[in-house]
C-alpha cells in the first residue's frame, strides 16, 4: 500500500491541491463545492477521499498534494476510526505543516461520540491544527471553506514568505510568541 | 343494549382519528346509509361517538357487531399493536384441504372447551387472511373486551400473526387451538416482531425486494467520465461502487420491510486462567443491544453509502430479513472459536 | 429520621384546605372578567370550549377534593377522566391557582399510587400564581412522609421551577429551617440545596443551622454553592476554604413544568396583547417567544397581583418602612429604588436583571456580592446548558445573539465582566468556528479579566491564535479591535482601582502590581506576535495595519512595550506612538529623579537606550536621509551595503525620507503640483534648502498632527535654514 508523499511530484504553476479525508462524502461533497465557490487568486483541486491509502490505479493522474485535511465527525466514532487508520499512509514529512484536521459537529455536542480528548490527542501526537465547524451549516461551511483556502494557499507556497512548516509551528500550540 | 357493548362502541369510536370515523363506520356496515347521515362528523369526538352509541341502541348491536367494528378498527390501525410471527410445522406432506368453516368450528370449540368466557370473532380479508378477535376471560369473570389478542392466520401459509394481549397466560391455549384448528403439528414463535403487520408479512412470505446475484455492476459509463477535467475529484470511485454493489447485493433495489427494533442478547464466559482464581462463576456475562429506528432496515442500508459504516455490515444486522427475526441470542459455542454466532 | 416523627397526624385537616372550596366557581367568574388571571384568551369561538374545559376542570377537582380511599387507577375510569381532563388543561392553559392546594394535597397524601401522584404532580403548570397556603400544606405534607421518596423528589423539583410564581414567600422563608432539616436525606439534598438556595437572606445566613453543614456533608457541588451564599451573608461562620470557581452548582432541575409554563406563555402572548403586563419592568419590547430572552423578563407572578393593589391604596411610608422585602417587580421608579435599596428581593431567574436597568444601578452601587454570585451561576446555566453556542438548529441562533447583546451591554454598563461569562468564553473558544455570534462573542472577549498567563494562554491566546491565522482579513482586525478594548477595559478598571488604593494607604497593591504589568505586558506580546504574522501572511495591507497601529497607539498610553523588531518598521510611521512614547519616557524619567511615590512603573536603562536607538534610525530614515546606516542595534534597521546593492534601489538612502516615503509621496506630488505647476516630470529633488520647511509646513497644514509633535519634539532644528543638521532628544 502506498504511502503519501508530499513532494515527490512537481508541483503545478499557480495551483493547489487539497485532500479531504473522510466518511462523510456528503458533506465533502458541500464543502468542496463551497471552496470552489469563493474568490481566490489560483486554481485549486480537491480530491475527495473516504479513506488512505488512495488507490494505486490512480496514482499517475493525480497530481501533487498540497493540503490533507481529515474529517472527523464528531457524532461518529467511526469517523474517527477511518482517520486514525487512514493516518498510517501519510508520509512523516506531510505533518510539517500540510495536514489539518476539520472536526466537525460542534454543533451537536450534545449528540458527541467522540471524546474530545481524543481529537486533542490526535493534534499534539500529529502536530497539526483542528479547525472546529459544523458543515451542515451553511454559513459556517463558507467560512470553513475561506479558512481551508487560507490554508492550503500557503501549504501549495502561494504566499511569499510563508512556509507550510512555518505555518505549521504558528498554528501548533507550542507556538511562543 | 347491554351497557358495557355501548360503552366498548363509544370508546372503539374515540380511537378512531375524527375524519376517518365515517368510513370506518361504512366498512363496518352495521349502521344504515340513511343513520350515518343522521351523525354531524364535524363535532367533536365525544358527540360523535355518543350519537353513534345512540343509532348502535336503536340497531340493538350486540357484542358481535362491536368486536367486528374493534376487527375492523384493528386492521386499518394494525400498526398501533405488536405483532409477533409464529411458524407451525406439519409432520406428514399430507395436502389437506383448508375448510374455513371447520377451521372456524375447531378453533372456537378448542378454546371453549377450555374456557367458558370467552369471545371469538372471525372476520375474512381479501388477500386469504383471517382475522381472529380473542376477548378473554376466566371461568368467573367475563370476557375483557379491553385486552383482547389478534391472530391473523393466511390459509396457505404456516405462518399466523399473533398480537397478543396483556393477559399473557392465554397464549399457550391459544396456539393449541391454532394448530388443531389448521391441522399442524405443531406452533414456534419466529423472534420476528414488528409493529407493521404488512413488513412482517413481506419478510416471511419473501415479498420485500431480495436480490439473488441477479445484479451485476452496472455498464462502466460512470468510470468513463475523464476525472481530471473537473475541480473535485472522487478517489474511491472504485469503492464507492463497491459499497453500493454490495449494498444492493444484500438489500436489494426495493424498499425495505418496516422494523422497528433489532434485539441482540449477548451472552460469554469470562475466561481466565483458572490458577488466577478470578471470577470462575458458572455465570456468563449478559449483554443486551438493541437497535432502534423509525424504519431499522433502511437505517442499516444506508449507513454504509453514507459514511458511517464499513460495507459490507456485520451479517449479524443484514441476515434479519433471510433469518426473518429480530430478536437474536449470541452465545459460545462450546469448544468453538468463542464469538461464533449460534442461532439458539 | 426526624421529619418522620414530625406531629402532624395525616387525618388532621390541612390548613387552607377547606378554605378554597368553594373558590372554584369563582375562579371560574373571576376567571372571564380578569383576562390577566387566566391566560387563556376568550375569543367568541373559543368560548364555548372553554366553557366546557371548565366545567370539567371543575368536576375533576371536586372530584379530586372529595376522595376519601386509595383507589386505583385500572379499575377506575372515573378517575382516569378527571386525571386526563387535569392533564390536558394543565398543559394547554395552566391551572387556576385554586387548583394548586387540591391537587398538591391529593398528590402528597398517598391516597393514590405513585403513577397517579407523578401524573398529577407532572400537571401542576401554573396559568397565573401559586397560592402560598399550599406550599404550606404541601410541606407539612412532606414532613408527615405520607408519599414515597420519587414523589418527593419531584415535588421539590417542581417547587424549584415554579418558585418564581408562588404568591408570597413570608411563611415559606418561616419554614427555612424544615427545609434544612430536609439536608440530611441523601436524594433530597441537591433539591433541597437549591430550594435554600433560592430562600436563603441574610438572616438565614445568621441562623446557626449552617454549622451542621460542614459536620454532615462533604463538598458536593450543590451544598457549595449553598456555603458560598451563606459565606457571603456572614463569612465569619463558614470556615472552610470555597473554590474560587464552581462549574454548575445545581442540576437541571426543571422537569417537563419549563416548557409547558413557556408554551403557555408563548400562546397567550400569541393571543393576546392583554397578557403582557405579566412581564414588567423591562424597556425593550416584549419578546417574540424567545428561549433565553423571555427569562430575562420578571415574572409578574412572582407577587399576588390583588395585594399589589392593596398595597397601592395603603399609605406608602408605611409600607415601606415595614421591614418586609420588596419584590423587584414591583419597582417601577428610581426614588423606589433608593427608599427599598436595603431590602430588595431578587426573583430566582436572576436574568431579568439583565434588562432593568434599576436593578442595574442597584449592582452598580451596591456592591452585593449575592446579586453577583446569584447571577452569575444563572448566566452560567444559560450559557452553557440552554445554549451549545453554535447549535444547529438554526431558529435559536438570533436569540442566542441577542442574548449574548444583553450580556454585553451589561458588562459595559458595569464595566466589569462576569466570570460566568468568561468561563463560558473558556470553554466554548476553543470549539469555536469563528462564524457564529462572531461580533457578540469577540466583544465579551474585550469583557474577560486579564489572568495568569497559562491561564490565558491556553484559554484565550491558542484558540484565538489558531482562529486569526487562518481567517480572513475583516476577522483579523476584528480581534485586533476586541483585543484594543480587553486592553483599554483593563486600563480604565486598573485605573480606578489604583486610584483608590493610592488614596488610602493600602500600599499591598504594590506587590501584586508588577504581576498586573505582566500580565499586560503577555497581552502586547501576543498582539505583537499576532500582528507581525499577520502583516507577512496578509501582505501588509494598510487597513490591517490600521488596527495594529490603533492597538499600539492605546499600549502607548501607560506602557513601555517592547514591540516585535519586524513591526517597528511599520510603526515607525505612527508618530503618535512614539511621542505619546516618549512623554511617558520623560514623565518616568523625571519621576525617578524626584523620587515621588508614585506607583508607576521601572524602566531599565536599556529601555531608555532602545528608544534612543529607535529614534535615530527614524530620524535617519525621515529627516537626514541615512536610512539603514546609523544604527548600532544588532536587529535594527541597518543592512550591508552589500544587500542594499542588490535591492538596485538607487537613492536607497532617501527612499525613507518625508518625500520619498511611499506614505509620503502622494503629499510630495501635490506639494510639486502646487510649487511648480509647470513642471511634470516631478522632479522630488527640488524640494531641498526652503522648499523642505514649506514642505514639512504643508505637511503639518494637510493635519499630519503625529508628524507635527514627532518632529517637533524628537529634533531640534538648529535654523530654518539648514535641514540637514538634526539632532536628537536623549530621554
Redesign the interface.
Known amino acids: 500500500m502506498s504511502v503519501l508523499r508530499p513532494f515527490d511530484k512537481l508541483p503545478a504553476l499557480n495551483s493547489a491541491i487539497l485532500l479531504l479525508v473522510g466518511s462523510d462524502e456528503g458533506l465533502q461533497q458541500k464543502l468542496a463545492e463551497a471552496m470552489l465557490r469563493e474568490k481566490k487568486s489560483f486554481r485549486i483541486n480537491i480530491r475527495i477521499a473516504t479513506s488512505l491509502p488512495l488507490p494505486s490505479e490512480g496514482d499517475h493522474l493525480r497530481p501533487r498534494i498540497d493540503l490533507i485535511a481529515f474529517m472527523i465527525d464528531i457524532k461518529s466514532k467511526y469517523s474517527l476510526r477511518n482517520v486514525e487508520a487512514s493516518l498510517a499512509y501519510v508520509d512523516a514529512s506531510f505533518f510539517l505543516g500540510k495536514v489539518c484536521f476539520l472536526v466537525t459537529g460542534v454543533g451537536r455536542l450534545n449528540c458527541c461520540s467522540v471524546e474530545m480528548s481524543a481529537i486533542w490527542k490526535l493534534r499534539e501526537v500529529y502536530s497539526s491544527p483542528v479547525l472546529f465547524c459544523e458543515l451542515e451549516l451553511e454559513g459556517i461551511r463558507v467560512a470553513t471553506a475561506q479558512r481551508l483556502l487560507r490554508m492550503l494557499e500557503i501549504c501549495a507556497g502561494l504566499i511569499p514568505g510563508v512556509s507550510a512548516l512555518y505555518f505549521g509551528s504558528l498554528m501548533s500550540r507550542s507556538a511562543n510568541f | 343494549m347491554d351497557e358495557i357493548v355501548a360503552e366498548y362502541i363509544r370508546r372503539t369510536v374515540l380511537k378512531i382519528p375524527r375524519d376517518e370515523i365515517k368510513t370506518v363506520l361504512q366498512k363496518w356496515g352495521f349502521l344504515s346509509e340513511v343513520q350515518l347521515q343522521t351523525i354531524n362528523f364535524c363535532q367533536i369526538k365525544e358527540n360523535i361517538s355518543q350519537d353513534v352509541v345512540q343509532l348502535c341502541e336503536e340497531n340493538s348491536a350486540g357484542i358481535k357487531q362491536a368486536a367486528v367494528l374493534d376487527i375492523i378498527y384493528n386492521h386499518i390501525y394494525s400498526n398501533k399493536r405488536v405483532w409477533s410471527v409464529y411458524q407451525m410445522n406439519k409432520t406428514g406432506e399430507e395436502m389437506d384441504f383448508f375448510d374455513l368453516t371447520d377451521f372456524k368450528k375447531k378453533f372456537k370449540r378448542r378454546l371453549q372447551s377450555a374456557l367458558t368466557n370467552v369471545t371469538i370473532n372471525f372476520r375474512e380479508y381479501e388477500d386469504n387472511a383471517i382475522w381472529i378477535r380473542i376477548a378473554w376471560g376466566t371461568p368467573y369473570t367475563k370476557p375483557n373486551q379491553y385486552k383482547t389478542s389478534y391472530v391473523v392466520y393466511h390459509s396457505q401459509t404456516p405462518y399466523v400473526f399473533i398480537s397478543v394481549s396483556v393477559l399473557k397466560s392465554n397464549l399457550p391455549l391459544l396456539c393449541q387451538a391454532l394448530v388443531a384448528a389448521s391441522n399442524y403439528h405443531d406452533i414456534h414463535e419466529m423472534e420476528l416482531r414488528s409493529h407493521s403487520l404488512n413488513s412482517l408479512k413481506d419478510i416471511v412470505f419473501k415479498r420485500y425486494s431480495q436480490n439473488f446475484q441477479s445484479y451485476y455492476p452496472r455498464p462502466i459509463q460512470e468510470r468513463n467520465v475523464a476525472p481530471e477535467n473537473s475541480r473535485i475529484n472522487q478517489e474511491n470511485r472504485n469503492e464507492k461502487e463497491r459499497i453500493q454493489r454490495v449494498n444492493l447485493e444484500v438489500f436489494g433495489d426495493g424498499p425495505q420491510p418496516k422494523l422497528e427494533f433489532a434485539r441482540y442478547k449477548l451472552e460469554t464466559m469470562f475466561k481466565s486462567d483458572p490458577q488466577m482464581n478470578v471470577l470462575n462463576k458458572k455465570e456468563p456475562f449478559r449483554c443486551l443491544v438493541k437497535f432502534s429506528s423509525p424504519h431499522l432496515l433502511e437505517s442499516l442500508k444506508s449507513l454504509a453509502p453514507v459514511g458511517m459504516a464499513d460495507a459490507p455490515l456485520s451479517p449479524l444486522l443484514t441476515c434479519i430479513p433471510h433469518k426473518a427475526r429480530n430478536y437474536f441470542k449470541i452465545k459460545e459455542k462450546k469448544g468453538v472459536s468463542p464469538r461464533s454466532f449460534v442461532s439458539p | 429520621m426526624q421529619r418522620r416523627q414530625s406531629s402532624k397526624t395525616p387525618k388532621q385537616p390541612l390548613q387552607g384546605h377547606h378554605k378554597n372550596q368553594t373558590d372554584l366557581s369563582a375562579w371560574r367568574k373571576g376567571g372571564r372578567i380578569d383576562p390577566e388571571k387566566i391566560v387563556q384568551n376568550h375569543q367568541t369561538p373559543n368560548s364555548q370550549k372553554n366553557d366546557r374545559q371548565q366545567d370539567s376542570l371543575e368536576q375533576a377537582l371536586c372530584y379530586f377534593e372529595k376522595v376519601q380511599d386509595r383507589v386505583s387507577l385500572k379499575k377506575n375510569s372515573v378517575l382516569q377522566k378527571h386525571l386526563a381532563t387535569v392533564e390536558s388543561i394543565a398543559l394547554q392553559r395552566g391551572l387556576p391557582p385554586e387548583g394548586f392546594d387540591v391537587l398538591l394535597n391529593v398528590a402528597l397524601s398517598g391516597k393514590f399510587a405513585d403513577t397517579v401522584n407523578t401524573c398529577l404532580l407532572k400537571s401542576l403548570v401554573p396559568a397565573s400564581v401559586i397560592p402560598e397556603s399550599s406550599i404550606i400544606s404541601s410541606v407539612s405534607w412532606l414532613c408527615v412522609g405520607k408519599c414515597s421518596g420519587n414523589i418527593q423528589l419531584l415535588f421539590l423539583k417542581w417547587l424549584i421551577t415554579v418558585f418564581d410564581f408562588i404568591d408570597h414567600k413570608e411563611q415559606i422563608h418561616a419554614l427555612y429551617g424544615f427545609f434544612f432539616s430536609f439536608l440530611q436525606d441523601e436524594k433530597m439534598c441537591p433539591y433541597v440545596c437549591h430550594l435554600l438556595y433560592l430562600l436563603t437572606r441574610k438572616e438565614n445566613g445568621e441562623s446557626i443551622q449552617w454549622c451542621e453543614m460542614e459536620y454532615y456533608f462533604g463538598m458536593q457541588s450543590h451544598l457549595q454553592a449553598l456555603l458560598s451564599l451563606y459565606k457571603l451573608f456572614c463569612p465569619e461562620l463558614v470556615t472552610i476554604t470555597l473554590p474560587g470557581k464552581m462549574k454548575t452548582y445545581f442540576k437541571n432541575s426543571e422537569g417537563p413544568w419549563k416548557a409547558a409554563i413557556n408554551a403557555i406563555r408563548q400562546r397567550s402572548q400569541g393571543n393576546s396583547p392583554l397578557s403582557q403586563p405579566l412581564f414588567l419592568g423591562t424597556a425593550q419590547p416584549q419578546s417574540r417567544k424567545r428561549k433565553w430572552n423571555t427569562q430575562l423578563f420578571i415574572p409578574a407572578s412572582s407577587t399576588n397581583r390583588n395585594n399589589l393593589e392593596q398595597d397601592r391604596g395603603k399609605n406608602h411610608v408605611d409600607l415601606y418602612s415595614t421591614n418586609k422585602s420588596f419584590p423587584v417587580e414591583q419597582l417601577q421608579t428610581f426614588p423606589q429604588l433608593l427608599e427599598n435599596i436595603h431590602h430588595l428581593e431578587f426573583p430566582s431567574q436572576m436574568g431579568s436583571v439583565l434588562t432593568n436597568p434599576l436593578l442595574l444601578h442597584y449592582m452598580n452601587c451596591i456592591k452585593d456580592e449575592s446579586v453577583y454570585l446569584r447571577l452569575n451561576y444563572w448566566m452560567g446555566q444559560t450559557l452553557q446548558e440552554e445554549c ?1 453556542w ?3 438548529d ?1 431558529q435559536y441562533e438570533d436569540e442566542f445573539k441577542e442574548f449574548l447583546e444583553t450580556v454585553y451591554k451589561t458588562e459595559c454598563f458595569l464595566q466589569e465582566g462576569f466570570s460566568s461569562c468568561e468561563e463560558f468564553l473558556y470553554k466554548s473558544l ?7 455570534c462572531r461580533s457578540q462573542i469577540l466583544r465579551l472577549v474585550s469583557w474577560i479579566p486579564l489572568g495568569s498567563f497559562s491561564e490565558m494562554k491556553s484559554h484565550l ?2 484558540p484565538l ?2 482562529l486569526f ?4 482579513l475583516y476577522f483579523k482586525c476584528s480581534v485586533l479591535e476586541s483585543l484594543k478594548e480587553l486592553l483599554q477595559n483593563w486600563l480604565n478598571w486598573h485605573v480606578i482601582h489604583l486610584d483608590s488604593a493610592s488614596d488610602s494607604q493600602v500600599c499591598s497593591l504594590n506587590t501584586t502590581l508588577s504581576g498586573l504589568v505582566n500580565v499586560v505586558a503577555e497581552l502586547i ?2 498582539v ?3 500582528s507581525t ?1 499577520s502583516l ?2 496578509e ?1 501588509n495591507p494598510t487597513f490591517l495595519l490600521y488596527f495594529i497601529l490603533d492597538f499600539y497607539e492605546t499600549v502607548c498610553i501607560p506602557f513601555v512595550f517592547q514591540n516585535p523588531n519586524t513591526l517597528r518598521l511599520s510603526l515607525t510611521f505612527s508618530f503618535v506612538c512614539f511621542f505619546r512614547y516618549r512623554t511617558n519616557l520623560v514623565a518616568a524619567k523625571e519621576n525617578e529623579q524626584s523620587k515621588k511615590k508614585i506607583l508607576q512603573f521601572k524602566f531599565s536603562s536599556q529601555t531608555y537606550q532602545e528608544y534612543n536607538q529607535y529614534i535615530i534610525a527614524m530620524v535617519g530614515c525621515l529627516w537626514t536621509s541615512t536610512a539603514f546606516q546609523k544604527d548600532i542595534h544588532p536587529q535594527g534597521l541597518r543592512m550591508d551595503e552589500e544587500l542594499l546593492k542588490k535591492t538596485a534601489v538607487q537613492e536607497f538612502k532617501t527612499s525613507f525620507n518625508i518625500v520619498y516615503h511611499p506614505a509620503m509621496m502622494g503629499y510630495a506630488v501635490l506639494f510639486l503640483q502646487q510649487a511648480w505647476p509647470d513642471d511634470t516630470t516631478f522632479n522630488f529633488s527640488l524640494i531641498k534648502g526652503k522648499k523642505w520647511n514649506w514642505y514639512l509646513e504643508y505637511l503639518y497644514a494637510q493635519g499630519l498632527k503625529g508628524l507635527k509633535l514627532f518632529i517637533e519634539s524628537s529634533i531640534n532644528r538648529v535654523s530654518q535654514a539648514s535641514h540637514s543638521k538634526a539632532g536628537n532628544t536623549q530621554a
Open positions: 451549545t453554535c447549535v444547529a438554526n476553543p470549539l469555536w468556528d469563528g462564524f457564529c491566546y491558542d491564535a489558531q491565522f487562518t481567517s480572513s506580546q501576543f505583537g506576535w499576532i504574522v507577512r501572511l501582505n
